[in-house]
């Protein structure tokens, strides 16, 4: 799972480090991540990548790869 931390220095959240679930979608060609917005102030989060991984679940049409 995805690690994020909030950079905005007057939320409750600022500088802590969270894993958070997270679904990526492509929206009129841009990624967008549910998981980008912090909970506490509602501004975007910095997405913190330790490892290269990729999704365990995608699903799509028959055209794309189902696991």
Known sequence: ???????????ISFDK?????SVIRIVNDEVV???LKCPDCGLNR??????DGFTTYMHGSANICRH
């Open 33 to 35: 991540d549910s998981g």
């Open 17 to 21: 480090i969270k894993t958070d679930k």
């Open 46 to 51: 910095e997405l913190i990548n330790e490892y």
């Open 1 to 11: 799972m995805p690690q994020y931390r909030c950079n905005n220095k007057e939320c």
